[in-house]
Antibody, heavy 120, light 109 residues
Framework: QEQLVQSGSELKKPGASVKISCKASGYIFTTRAMIWVRQAPGQGLEWMGWINTNSGKPTYAQGFTGRFVFSLDTSVSTAFLEINSLQTEDTAIYYC?????????????WGQGTLVTVSS | FMLTQPHSVSESPGKTVSISCTRSSGFIDSKYVQWYQQRPGSAPTIVIYDDIQRPSGVPARFSGSIDSSSNSASLTISGLKTEDEAVYYCQSYDATTLVFGGGTKLTVL
């Protein structure tokens, strides 16, 4: 079945970098856009942006430019989120989610989430 | 734009509850609204897409609607079950931005 499997939890120090993976299976990876969503502890969902899995072009939401990088490795059907210069405020669960169909704005399935903890 | 939801709602098993989602600018019927359910410790899952559509596997107890007069969307859950207890998020978009509502915690007591 179609699914997204994310990499495991990360514990990082402030100033470090982290790279989260989101491996897709059960469909043709390049036919569906991927979004990234942040959920801070006890908070709601926040859209970080999306990446066109066909062209590789990323689009970042306001507040997620500069330190955040979306990338792909289409050979292994995997999307990546890299966060540089980590700050304690980056502590959150990060989700990838796939556009359910081409040119739609609803998302299914979602990855299981990756917890990133930033602490000295 | 923003999507505003009530922080929490509660209702008894077997009853019906509606959760609203009000769009701050732009018309609610100009872009589709989606609804996601997030149970504790789990990723969100879609329950309604394109305003009123139910994905396969989602019970018919879940329905969506749009009210242009109040510029809002609603998720209605009938015949409430304890398993419906979760946080529900609405989501919509415009030309450049995708937005989630703040989430509504549904308690079934």
């Amino acid at each position: 079945q179609e699914q997204l499997v994310q990499s495991g939890s990360e514990l990082k120090k402030p100033g470090a970098s982290v790279k989260i993976s989101c491996k897709a299976s059960g469909y043709i990876f390049t036919t569906r856009a991927m979004i990234w969503v942040r959920q801070a502890p006890g908070q709601g969902l926040e859209w970080m942006g999306w990446i066109n899995t066909n062209s590789g072009k990323p689009t970042y939401a306001q507040g997620f430019t500069g330190r955040f990088v979306f990338s792909l490795d289409t050979s292994v059907s995997t999307a990546f989120l890299e966060i540089n210069s980590l700050q304690t405020e980056d502590t959150a669960i990060y989700y990838c989610a796939r556009a359910a169909a081409p040119k739609t704005n609803w998302f299914d399935p979602w990855g299981q989430g990756t917890l990133v903890t930033v602490s000295s | 734009f923003m999507l505003t939801q009530p922080h929490s709602v509660s209702e008894s098993p077997g009853k019906t509850v509606s959760i609203s989602c009000t769009r701050s600018s732009g018309f609610i019927d100009s872009k589709y609204v989606q609804w996601y359910q997030q149970r504790p410790g789990s990723a969100p899952t879609i329950v309604i897409y394109d305003d009123i559509q139910r994905p396969s596997g989602v019970p018919a107890r879940f329905s969506g609607s749009i009210d242009s007069s109040s510029n809002s969307a609603s998720l209605t859950i009938s015949g409430l079950k304890t398993e419906d207890e979760a946080v529900y998020y609405c989501q919509s978009y415009d030309a450049t931005t995708l937005v989630f509502g703040g989430g509504t915690k549904l308690t079934v007591l």
